[in-house]
Each structure stands twice: as structure tokens, then as C-alpha cells.
């Protein structure tokens, strides 16, 4: 098959001549054979890519984080505050609306000085928190992982940078939002590559990412809608194996093109923990923006030669 996702070679040439790379050519037969399936199933699941003692270390810096310090991104959806009547309108649309939005229908809340995080979720129900890389600088390394980086690299034929590092928090939630539906990510024209790091077991009860394998090659259900679950199920039944479901234990990467079809799932019970590592291609010419994540000159250096090519100059503060 063809990837619909891979970009005319002139055009490549055109838009990253900094940031090309014939990264694929020498690569090893193991990498080579994560790189095919990749292309043609726009997915690839890497166990035990975190060692145990560093995936230790990792769950400990980032609970020290969010539960201990109660530090996570505000303005946050709050389930607790929904209305299923005098918000129908936004749950129509999935919540697919501004911060602001939100925040005139009172549906988000901030932390007061002295919150817990236990008094906070109890409160609150929020249906996912997010913790950046930002506020535990020492994880940037797994972040930039060179086994990913290297499969990356020789994906896109172009170098990326990582435009954006944090985990997630899932938990149980009555109103779905908007990654808990069927849907293609379409908020970059050419390459998206996500790197998802399990830093909890997850199953069935407590949500796992579900993606469609060979949907990066499919022109079915056309990215920018989201598509309710009858509609999936259609083409690609529950039990088709088709549908990857991510049943894995903690320390697991999984990296997918996530132009193919794939959602979220609402844990039924619990909660996932779940590192995000965005890679995004820039053109030459692209202006820069607000970093959605910095790391210190200190933790820069710290990272190998290799590692730092895919670190934007802005976000080193």
C-alpha cells in the first residue's frame, strides 16, 4: 500500500531542505522492520521500551507532581459541573469549543493555594488532567527516546521536532469529550507522529487508545469530523483485527501516525496514566510560537548530541 499520508518528494524537498534526512537508509534490519509495519499500519507497539527501574523513577517524579503537589494545567473541565440539560449544546459538539467557552459556561476550575489533589478530584471529577514535562525537566530523556527518535526520522525522511511532552491522567467520566471519539488528527499538513509511554498498566476497565490499524492508507472517514461509534463499528466490527486496542503493561511505547483513525476510551474504572510525545515536522519558513513545553539550558546539555537536534531552540529557557 501506499501511505496517503507521505508528502511529494519535490514538496519535502521544497519545505524542510534543513531538516531532511536519509535516516532510513542506514538503519538495522530490527528498526527496518518496525519502519515497514509503521507504514502500513500506522502503528507500532514497542514493550518494555522503559526499563523497570527507570519506569520506577519516572512514576515517581510524576506522582511527587501531581499528587503531591497537586500541580496540573487550569482552566480544567470539571465533569461535576455539567449539566446534561443546560449544556446540551457543548455536549453536542463534544466540547469541541475554546478554553473561554467553557469558562463562560462555568464548566472549568482553577487551584486555590492549600487544594489536595484528593479534595480536588472528589470535587471536581475532572475527566482528564494533564502534567507537563516542563515541571519534572529530568524525564526530557525518556521523551526523546532514540530508538522511537531513529524509526521517527526515517518515517517522515525528515528530521521533526518534539512540539510537545506531557502525560495525562484518564478517569472515569459521564460526558465524553472530544478525543473519546472516532477521529483523524488533522492539525498538521503533512507528517504527526505520537509517541504514547505507558507509565501505568492499562486495561479494558481503565481505558485504553484504540486505533484502527491500516487507516493511515484508507480514505474512509475523512479527517476534521468526529464519527460516533455506529459508524466505525460498521466498517470495522469490535473484535476485527483491524482494531488495536492498547492492553499493555507499563513501560510500553506505542508510536502511531495518528492521521489514522483512533480515540481514547473512557475508563470504566481507575485511571490511566499516559506520556505524550508529539513530533511535527517544521518548515523553513514557519514563525515561531508560544513553546508548548521548556526544558533548562541544563537539561538541554545534558541530552546527547542526537537527542538535541529535536529540541526547538524556543523551548530551551
Same mark, same amino acid.
Given at each position: 500500500m501506499i501511505c496517503l499520508t507521505a508528502l511529494n518528494p519535490i514538496k519535502k524537498i521544497i519545505k524542510y531542505p534543513n531538516r531532511l534526512t536519509s535516516a532510513g537508509k542506514s538503519i538495522d534490519r530490527g528498526t527496518k522492520e518496525k519502519l515497514a509495519q509503521l507504514k502500513n499500519d500506522g502503528c507500532i507497539v514497542l514493550p518494555d521500551a522503559i526499563q523497570p527501574e527507570r519506569l520506577a523513577l519516572i512514576q515517581q517524579i510524576y506522582l511527587k507532581e501531581l499528587e503531591g503537589k497537586c500541580h496540573f494545567e487550569t482552566p480544567c473541565l470539571g465533569q461535576n459541573l455539567i449539566s446534561a440539560e443546560k449544556h446540551r449544546h !457543548?455536549?453536542? /459538539?463534544?466540547? !469541541?469549543?475554546? /478554553?473561554?467557552?467553557?469558562?463562560?459556561n462555568k464548566l472549568t476550575f482553577s487551584l486555590k493555594p492549600g487544594d489536595t489533589y484528593t479534595e480536588t478530584i472528589a470535587r471536581y471529577n475532572p475527566s482528564t488532567v494533564k502534567v507537563y514535562v516542563s515541571q519534572m525537566q529530568e524525564l526530557i530523556n525518556d521523551w526523546l527516546n532514540e530508538d522511537v527518535l531513529k524509526i521517527v526520522e526515517a518515517y517522515m525522511g525528515v528530521k521533526p521536532y518534539l512540539e510537545e511532552a506531557y502525560i495525562r491522567r484518564n478517569y472515569p467520566a459521564r460526558f465524553k469529550v472530544m478525543n473519546h471519539f472516532w477521529h483523524r488528527d488533522v492539525n498538521q499538513p503533512d507528517y504527526i507522529l505520537k509517541a504514547f509511554i505507558f507509565l501505568s498498566d492499562c486495561s479494558i476497565e481503565n481505558g485504553p487508545h484504540e486505533f484502527i490499524l491500516g487507516s493511515v492508507n484508507s480514505g474512509l472517514f475523512p479527517g476534521g469530523d468526529y464519527f460516533p461509534d455506529s459508524e466505525i463499528d460498521a466498517a470495522y466490527p469490535p473484535g476485527s483485527q483491524n482494531r488495536l486496542r492498547s492492553v499493555v503493561k507499563a513501560g510500553t511505547i506505542i508510536l502511531e501516525d495518528t492521521t489514522g483513525l483512533h480515540r481514547a476510551m473512557v475508563p470504566e474504572r481507575g485511571y490511566r496514566d499516559l506520556g505524550y510525545a508529539v513530533f511535527v515536522p517544521r518548515p523553513f519558513y514557519a514563525m515561531r510560537h508560544k513553546p508548548l513545553y521548556t526544558i533548562s539550558r541544563t537539561a538541554f546539555e545534558q541530552l546527547n548530541p542526537y537527542q538535541q537536534q529535536f529540541v526547538p531552540s524556543e523551548n530551551i529557557g
Amino acid at each position: 500500500m501506499i501511505c496517503l499520508t507521505a508528502l511529494n518528494p519535490i514538496k519535502k524537498i521544497i519545505k524542510y531542505p534543513n531538516r531532511l534526512t536519509s535516516a532510513g537508509k542506514s538503519i538495522d534490519r530490527g528498526t527496518k522492520e518496525k519502519l515497514a509495519q509503521l507504514k502500513n499500519d500506522g502503528c507500532i507497539v514497542l514493550p518494555d521500551a522503559i526499563q523497570p527501574e527507570r519506569l520506577a523513577l519516572i512514576q515517581q517524579i510524576y506522582l511527587k507532581e501531581l499528587e503531591g503537589k497537586c500541580h496540573f494545567e487550569t482552566p480544567c473541565l470539571g465533569q461535576n459541573l455539567i449539566s446534561a440539560e443546560k449544556h446540551r449544546h !457543548l455536549i453536542d /459538539r463534544h466540547f !469541541l469549543c475554546s /478554553r473561554k467557552e467553557l469558562e463562560e459556561n462555568k464548566l472549568t476550575f482553577s487551584l486555590k493555594p492549600g487544594d489536595t489533589y484528593t479534595e480536588t478530584i472528589a470535587r471536581y471529577n475532572p475527566s482528564t488532567v494533564k502534567v507537563y514535562v516542563s515541571q519534572m525537566q529530568e524525564l526530557i530523556n525518556d521523551w526523546l527516546n532514540e530508538d522511537v527518535l531513529k524509526i521517527v526520522e526515517a518515517y517522515m525522511g525528515v528530521k521533526p521536532y518534539l512540539e510537545e511532552a506531557y502525560i495525562r491522567r484518564n478517569y472515569p467520566a459521564r460526558f465524553k469529550v472530544m478525543n473519546h471519539f472516532w477521529h483523524r488528527d488533522v492539525n498538521q499538513p503533512d507528517y504527526i507522529l505520537k509517541a504514547f509511554i505507558f507509565l501505568s498498566d492499562c486495561s479494558i476497565e481503565n481505558g485504553p487508545h484504540e486505533f484502527i490499524l491500516g487507516s493511515v492508507n484508507s480514505g474512509l472517514f475523512p479527517g476534521g469530523d468526529y464519527f460516533p461509534d455506529s459508524e466505525i463499528d460498521a466498517a470495522y466490527p469490535p473484535g476485527s483485527q483491524n482494531r488495536l486496542r492498547s492492553v499493555v503493561k507499563a513501560g510500553t511505547i506505542i508510536l502511531e501516525d495518528t492521521t489514522g483513525l483512533h480515540r481514547a476510551m473512557v475508563p470504566e474504572r481507575g485511571y490511566r496514566d499516559l506520556g505524550y510525545a508529539v513530533f511535527v515536522p517544521r518548515p523553513f519558513y514557519a514563525m515561531r510560537h508560544k513553546p508548548l513545553y521548556t526544558i533548562s539550558r541544563t537539561a538541554f546539555e545534558q541530552l546527547n548530541p542526537y537527542q538535541q537536534q529535536f529540541v526547538p531552540s524556543e523551548n530551551i529557557g
